[in-house]
């Protein structure tokens, strides 16, 4: 729509600058950024962010609204995703799109179906569950038509989504050649079958057989497959949900030996730890079920480390709701219970106040961490993950001497259980601004379905460039020890 907005007075964060200047609106584009804008006329709406930070919103990388998932489907869909999301300073997501029976454009198809009541922006990571002609040809469709360029492939979930090595190392080798992204779930999933039936064979049924049966090392034996997987083959490659030291330490290792991988820590992993789990009611330990699972103290410490080190690069959620009615089919075996926990709403609230507050990250690193980095990986930066002149008007204002406290009584999430039930802490996303229109003041929401875009995203140039380069070398090097030879005769 047409609205004039000038955001007034506040401190302007991007993830290259933190500035005093005014930020003016119109027709959902940012038209300036700069200080002592003036009011033009009556039709300009004026909002004060005097002592606040205003900054581009959160991208989250990592949901699953509206998925088919363990025998029932994520509470929270495309409309109750997004309240949550906007009410939480969270302005537009990446999904995973779940392919039909194998099928990618069926489920292309039923995923923008499920995304019609959109409220925000969204794009799609494709996920690969099996492997054929036809899934190498529709991958390129995908990029080439669709603005997906990513692909996401399970070593977990045996007898579902799990995927093989050789499908593994054929998706890497055609990710390359599209220039699209590979994407890994990281755990060994035959061991964790293995790990599971050994939890039910000792008579441990409950939430905690959960961690018991997939520990570290079976997330650090994977994730240094698929490392050395993409190494082979010669592609970047992006690590979801990264919950352990185990997986940490071997994206520091390729990330020191110049390897191009990317670690995403969620939210759970970096503040949460397993003691939950042996809550003796079923309805709070169930919650804190996820894969990989939530870990022991201690992890969650690193990960904040490895995030502020630059390690680790941008914060997820892997936001993947159920209720307590959902949960609780697995009350008489934990393989039984839908995995998954919320963060969408909780995303940006938790990140400033356990590491912005506590001086782990600077408020510029916010933003790459929260928004600009997820922006730049997936090639949509700088229409997103920024203000700046031409940027998409997805802004918050955060108040930096408001707390807040979490929990279901509050959340726009549809499920009736918060994983951060109670949490208080301080900074509050007092406003949100959707495409130029403001959705979330003083904490009312006010938001149109149907309103929210896909937003495409393009393979990446700097891929091919790479393929070209390295393959040359490659070349060159075979053809070195011939040359050799003939000299020497
Ligand atoms: O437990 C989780 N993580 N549920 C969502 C699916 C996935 O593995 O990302
Ligand atoms: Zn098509
Ligand atoms: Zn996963
Ligand atoms: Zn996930």
């Known amino acids: 729509d047409g609205a004039r907005i000038l955001i007034k007075g506040g401190t302007v964060v991007n993830a290259h600058r933190a500035e005093e200047a005014d930020v003016y609106i119109e027709d959902g584009v940012v038209v300036a950024v700069r200080p002592n804008i003036p009011v033009g006329d009556d039709n300009v709406r004026v909002i004060d962010a005097t002592g606040k930070y205003v900054m581009p919103g959160g991208i989250d990388p990592h949901t699953h609204l509206a998925m088919e998932f363990m025998g029932t489907v994520t509470i929270d869909d495309f409309f109750s995703g997004h309240a949550a999301a906007l009410a939480g300073g969270t302005t537009m997501h990446i999904d995973f ?13 039923s995923y ?46 045996k007898g579902s989504l799990m995927v093989t090595d050789d499908l593994l190392l054929q998706g890497l080798q055609k990710c390359k050649s599209l220039g699209a992204l590979a994407m890994v779930h ?5 061991a964790v079958a293995e790990g599971q039936q050994r939890m039910i064979d000792l008579g441990i049924t409950g939430p905690e057989g959960h961690a018991l049966s997939r520990p570290p090392i079976l997330e650090g034996e994977a994730t240094a497959r698929a490392i050395r997987l993409a190494k082979f083959i010669n592609t970047p490659l992006y690590v979801v949900h990264v919950m352990s030291i185990d997986a940490m330490e ?16 969620v939210v759970s992993g970096l503040v949460l730890d397993d003691s939950w789990l042996l809550d003796p009611d079923f309805t709070i330990a169930s919650k804190y079920v996820m894969s990989p699972p939530i870990r022991e103290v201690g992890h969650g410490k690193a990960l904040q480390a490895a995030l502020s080190s630059g390690i680790l690069q941008l914060v997820g959620t892997d936001h993947c709701t159920f209720n307590s009615t959902q949960k609780v089919f697995g009350s008489d075996d934990f393989r039984k219970i839908p995995n998954g926990v919320n963060g969408l709403e909780e995303r940006m609230h938790i990140i400033w106040d356990s590491m912005v507050e506590s001086g782990k990250i600077s408020i510029t690193d916010y933003v790459r961490v929260t928004s600009t980095e997820c922006a730049k990986i997936f090639n949509i930066y700088p229409r997103k993950g920024a203000i700046l002149e031409g940027s998409d008007a997805d802004i918050i204002i955060l108040n930096p001497e408001r707390s807040f406290v979490m929990g279901a009584h509050a959340h726009h999430s549809r499920s009736n259980t918060n994983v951060y039930e109670g949490r208080k802490g301080k900074g509050m996303v007092e406003v949100t601004i959707s495409r130029g229109r403001v959705v979330w003041e003083d904490g009312i929401l006010n938001i149109a379905p149907g309103s929210g875009r896909y937003v495409r995203m393009q393979p990446f140039g700097y891929v091919f460039d790479g393929i070209e380069k390295s393959d040359a070398a490659y070349r060159a090097s075979l053809r070195a020890p011939v040359q050799r030879g003939k000299a020497v005769a």
């Open 250 to 265: 071997e994206i520091a290792k390729a990330k020191r030996e110049g390897q191009r991988v990317i670690g995403e820590p």
């Open 112 to 157: 923008k179906q499920k995304a019609a009541n959109a409220a925000m922006d969204y794009g799609f990571h494709m996920a690969i569950t099996k492997w054929n002609d036809e899934v190498a040809r529709e991958m390129e469709v995908m990029v080439k038509e669709h603005g997906i360029n990513s692909f996401k492939f399970f070593m977990a979930y």
């Open 97 to 109: 799109v779940i392919p039909v029976n194998g099928n990618l454009t069926a489920g292309l198809e």
């Open 186 to 190: 990281a755990e060994n999933g035959d």
